[in-house]
């Protein structure tokens, strides 16, 4: 069981609310217990508990473990949020678990919805992170437009928009190459207008399919950064 403080270097603190109510009435720990935390940034820490309730939870750091070593690659998901919220905390959540670096949400022309609580979607990530026993935190951006995504891409590396344009479409994972930072454009339920999808070309986004199926947006957005994961393994 993995604890999340991003204040880990701070010296004795008090653990978040939610992660001491964890603490004190899930795993049951008590004074002295021992907790093993990440700070979403690459460290693994032991800390002692000096005081526990259900409000909570204070500890001595005692020593850093070890750095996990940050990937050869990188990946950036632009996606827009799907109408059900659910689905697009599955996005967050699988794409945590698979290996993810920066979640752009997208509003485009056919999105279903215009808002996100991010501050409840970074729990999810936090969640994702500690589950699969990772110290990096996935970073989630602000929901901005598309052509504003567009802009802020990386010009230095490869860039992809998963369309569903019929046979003639490079697939994935045959066109990306490992190592460095790729960013796949996902569209929502009603797909990339094509005016969004010039725009794409003109930011020099390269069309891919992900296979003959037409996928919903949390499928096809956890297939692209799963194919990009595994091309890096
Ligand atoms: N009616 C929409 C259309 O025709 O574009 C369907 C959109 S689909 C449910 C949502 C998004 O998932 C698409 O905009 C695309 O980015 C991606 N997608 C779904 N299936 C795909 C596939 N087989 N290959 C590439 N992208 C796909």
């Not at 093993?36 to 940034?41: A, M, P, R, T």
């Not at 070593?69 to 905390?89: C, G, M, Q």
């Not at 994935?172 to 454009?185: E, K, N, S």
């Amino acid at each position: 069981q993995l604890f999340y403080d991003p204040d880990v270097q701070r010296g004795p603190h008090a653990l978040r609310a939610e992660e001491a109510r964890h603490a004190f009435q899930v795993l049951r720990k008590r004074v002295g217990d021992e907790l093993n935390l990440v700070d979403g940034k690459g460290g693994w820490y032991k800390a002692t508990v000096a005081s526990i309730s259900k409000r909570e939870c204070l500890i001595d750091v005692t020593l850093l473990r070890r750095e996990a070593a940050r990937a050869s690659y990188s990946t950036t998901l632009l996606v827009a949020p799907t109408k059900n919220i659910d689905r697009f905390e599955w996005i967050l959540e699988k794409t945590t678990e698979i290996g993810i670096d920066f979640i752009q949400p997208i509003l485009t022309q056919h999105s279903e919805r215009k808002n996100i609580r991010t501050d409840r979607l970074e729990r999810v990530i936090e969640s994702a992170m500690k589950q699969s026993l990772q110290a990096w935190l996935p970073a989630l951006g602000n929901l901005c437009s598309f052509a504003e995504a567009l802009q802020q891409s990386d010009p230095a590396g490869q860039k992809y928009l998963a369309y569903l344009g019929g046979q003639n479409t490079p697939q994935l994972h045959r066109t990306c190459r490992p190592g460095g930072h790729v960013t796949i454009a996902v569209g929502p339920e009603g797909g990339f207008s094509p005016a969004e999808a010039e725009l794409a070309v003109s930011a020099d986004f390269n069309f891919v399919s992900l296979g003959p199926q037409r996928l919903r947006t949390e499928t096809a957005a956890i297939t692209a950064v799963h194919t990009i994961a595994q091309l890096n393994w």
